[in-house]
């Protein structure tokens, strides 16, 4: 992207590289609203269109191919996030959806779970993991009608081309609830900085073009309620991976940072770089129930299937026997990545929640574990068996 210049020749990206001066400087420009003729008007910094608008002009495969062009551009070089108003123009559909996520929220809570927050404390939002497929489930006449809405796939085929992949996670913040930190979001949004640190600069600007975040509004949404908190143009930053958890960033943020209302079947997309972070609900009655869409590229995967879990239960023993020989840490880390799952997702968070971090140990994780502590064969089955059970998503 060629907006994402800061640091992107540098061979690794440290922490100490960044710096907040830089980083304000970026995040200064004023979005253009000239530069995007689709748009119906600039409100703090954000893009927002029209749905109707836009709808007409797709209607023609011309058509389709410059507003997708100028969504990709908004999400890219632009501010990083477009508000679509009227995303869903029938707030039945909307409204029958909610009725199947008030549901699962009341029969989870019902059995004792509490969904954990990846930047929040567990509990104290109301959570749904994996709501794509539980809605599926559960009433799949209301969900063909919700993921049949075109304005959903346009903006996820504008950023991701087609083949892409949708998952869904519900988020209900209640009067008092506090506002998660900011942040940036899937891939690399979700490790350590010692982890980011080891990724090479130009992965730091691959990662968001992998993903494309979204919400849509399954209530009104009045600033008071606590809608999502954005730094337009934030995504520009190259280091941000490594910057959102340092304190003077976030300080930048809670002095810079806008909030949109949005009303009930609007929705917001934003490139996964960009800074944000649900507010702080400080009204006196507004649940703010949004549908968290994270689309991923088709790209995303390896082209042959790979049972890695009898892999690894095949090849332990041999790396403990070249353990004991002698072999060096090094090759034998070499040998553990050519053979188990070196990342933890996709799984199943109501299972496999992230303990002390954002991710749940992943299949390499656990085999190195194993080597360290001399496990006996018998037990790496036996984890390796509820390592894949964790991320079944039946029962």
């Not at 507003?67 to 909307?94: N, W, Y």
Request: aromatic share 8%.
């Amino acid at each position: 992207m060629t907006a994402m210049t800061n640091g992107a020749h540098a061979t690794r990206l440290r922490e100490a590289d960044c710096d907040v001066d830089d980083f304000a400087t970026i995040v200064s420009v004023t979005t253009d609203l000239a530069g995007y003729p689709h748009a119906d008007h600039v409100e703090q910094g954000v893009l927002v269109y029209d749905s109707a608008s836009l709808r007409t002009a797709v209607a023609t495969p011309g058509g389709a191919e410059e507003v997708e062009g100028e969504l990709a551009r908004a999400l890219s070089d632009g501010p990083g996030i477009v508000v679509l108003k009227g995303a869903f123009p029938d707030a039945s559909v909307v409204d029958r959806v909610t009725a199947v996520f008030d549901a699962i929220i009341e029969d989870e809570r019902a059995a004792g779970t509490a969904p954990g927050d990846h930047f929040a404390k567990p509990g104290a939002n109301s959570r749904v993991w994996n709501a794509l497929e539980k809605v599926a489930l559960r009433d799949p006449d209301a969900f063909v009608d919700y993921y049949a809405n075109d304005v959903l796939a346009l903006i996820s085929s504008a950023w991701l081309g087609p083949g892409y992949q949708v998952t869904s996670q519900v988020n209900v913040v209640r009067p008092g609830g506090v506002a998660q930190e900011p942040h940036r979001d899937y891939h690399l949004g979700f490790l350590s900085n010692e982890v980011v640190e080891r990724y090479p600069a130009h992965v730091h600007v691959l990662s968001p073009v992998l993903t494309l975040q979204g919400a849509v509004a399954h209530s009104d949404m009045p600033v008071e309620s606590g809608p999502t908190m954005y730094l337009p143009h934030s995504h520009k930053y190259v280091p941000g991976y490594l910057a959102w958890r340092l304190p003077e960033f976030k300080q930048y943020f809670a002095e810079h940072h806008v909030q949109l209302p949005l009303a009930k079947g609007d929705a917001a997309f934003f490139n996964p770089a960009l800074f944000h972070g649900a507010g702080t609900n400080v009204s006196a009655d507004v649940q703010r129930m949004a549908n968290l869409l994270q689309v991923s590229s088709g790209f995303g995967r390896a082209m042959e299937s790979v049972d890695r879990g009898r892999m690894s239960a095949a090849v332990y023993p041999v790396l403990a026997a070249r353990r004991a020989a002698g072999a060096s840490a090094e090759d034998l880390a070499h040998a553990i990545a050519a053979t188990a799952e070196g990342y933890p997702f996709p799984t199943n968070l109501d299972r496999d929640q992230p303990i002390g971090g954002l991710t749940p140990l992943s299949q390499a994780e656990l085999l190195q574990q194993a080597l360290d502590e001399g496990w006996p064969p018998s037990r790496v089955d036996e984890a390796l068996d509820a390592y894949a059970d964790r991320r079944r998503t039946d029962g």
